[in-house]
């Protein structure tokens, strides 16, 4: 939401890109908007406080940021003096499979960074970290407190995630998974013209539904469809983005190849069977 003090950038998404250009020429593109915003602020006399985005943006429809979108972004906010802010509630933890957290992808150390949801694998229990100057800061007086805070309950089942996590090498098997199910959507992309996009990394996936591939128009009204049938099918998965129209597809950290291949089984199936 867009107020005095909140400013709202872009989603900064490949596909539907305002140029034509490299995946960098487009991230450029984005992050001047943020350089542009900035400078409008100095211009007011005001400057950033802090930037705060979702490392890969779910609920916009499952966007891969482009790579240098958030290095370049960061550094505008930090030259203003402000702080960066990562929300790893629904991607961190190794979901992206190469590394435990989704910024590491793009090469940049946030100042903050949210977590929550698999941190405590169905234990409600969230979690923040920041630099070691940002919390010194708080030494000074000011007192900080919270009621559940520290909750040693909580603390055993986000450490039982962290060590089942290394123990059972479930990085790599996001990754694994996650290839081949990315690999087995672009066959079905090839196959079934409805199929805009498809984009993934690790057990972070979604499917782009769209009336025309040149148009790129969006099929919200398909994509519910075609999440409906493969619930009839016994595969939950919903959709997202502002037109729901893209399917989002998260599997549990545990996802094993004969889950894979029922899910790719699930969604040719959904997909023929509303196009009959």
Same mark, same amino acid.
């Given at each position: 939401?867009?107020?005095?003090?909140?400013?709202?950038?872009?989603?900064?998404?490949?596909?539907?890109?305002?140029?034509?250009?490299?995946?960098?020429?487009?991230?450029?593109?984005?992050?001047?908007?943020?350089?542009? %915003? #900035?400078?409008? %602020?100095? @211009?007011?006399?005001?400057?950033?406080? !802090?930037?705060?985005?979702?490392?890969?943006?779910?609920?916009?429809?499952?966007?891969?940021?482009?790579?240098?979108?958030?290095?370049?972004?960061?550094?505008?906010?930090? +030259?203003?003096?402000?702080?960066? #802010?990562?929300?790893?509630?629904?991607?961190?933890?190794?979901?992206?499979?190469?590394?435990?957290?989704?910024?590491?992808?793009?090469?940049?150390?946030?100042?903050?960074?949210?977590? *929550?949801?698999?941190?405590?694998?169905?234990?409600? &229990?969230?979690?923040?970290?920041?630099?070691?100057?940002?919390?010194?800061?708080?030494?000074?007086?000011?007192?900080?407190?919270?009621?559940? *805070?520290?909750?040693?309950? @909580?603390?055993?089942?986000?450490?039982?995630? &962290?060590?089942? &996590?290394?123990?059972?090498?479930? %990085?790599?098997?996001?990754?694994?998974?996650?290839?081949?199910?990315?690999?087995?959507?672009?066959?079905?992309?090839?196959?079934?013209?409805? #199929?805009?996009?498809?984009?993934?990394?690790?057990?972070?996936?979604?499917?782009?539904?769209? +009336?025309?591939?040149?148009?790129?128009?969006?099929?919200?009204?398909?994509?519910?469809?075609?999440?409906?049938?493969?619930?009839?099918?016994?595969?939950?998965? *919903?959709?997202?983005?502002?037109?729901?129209?893209?399917?989002?597809?998260?599997?549990?950290?545990?996802?094993?190849?004969?889950?894979?291949?029922? %899910? &790719?089984?699930?969604?040719?199936?959904?997909? !023929?069977? #509303?196009?009959?």
């Amino acid at each position: 939401m867009t107020s005095p003090f909140t400013h709202e950038l872009r989603i900064p998404e490949v596909y539907r890109a305002p140029i034509e250009g490299t995946p960098e020429d487009i991230a450029r593109n984005y992050a001047n908007e943020a350089g542009s %915003l #900035i400078s409008g %602020l100095a @211009s007011e006399g005001h400057t950033p406080a !802090a930037f705060i985005a979702k490392t890969i943006p779910s609920v916009a429809g499952q966007i891969f940021l482009p790579p240098g979108y958030l290095k370049e972004v960061y550094a505008h906010v930090r +030259r203003a003096g402000g702080v960066v #802010i990562a929300d790893e509630v629904q991607v961190g933890f190794g979901r992206v499979g190469s590394s435990m957290w989704a910024f590491e992808e793009h090469g940049v150390v946030p100042d903050i960074v949210t977590m *929550g949801k698999p941190i405590g694998n169905g234990h409600p &229990l969230a979690a923040v970290a920041v630099r070691r100057e940002i919390a010194e800061a708080f030494v000074n007086g000011m007192e900080y407190f919270n009621t559940s *805070g520290g909750n040693p309950v @909580s603390c055993a089942a986000g450490l039982a995630v &962290l060590e089942t &996590l290394e123990q059972e090498n479930l %990085l790599a098997n996001a990754s694994e998974q996650g290839a081949y199910l990315l690999e087995g959507m672009r066959d079905f992309q090839a196959k079934y013209p409805a #199929i805009g996009d498809v984009r993934g990394r690790g057990l972070f996936l979604g499917i782009e539904i769209v +009336r025309d591939r040149s148009t790129k128009e969006h099929a919200g009204d398909f994509a519910s469809k075609f999440s409906n049938r493969a619930k009839e099918l016994g595969v939950l998965m *919903g959709t997202d983005g502002p037109y729901e129209n893209v399917i989002k597809l998260r599997p549990s950290m545990i996802f094993k190849r004969e889950h894979a291949d029922l %899910l &790719l089984q699930v969604l040719d199936r959904s997909m !023929a069977d #509303i196009l009959q």
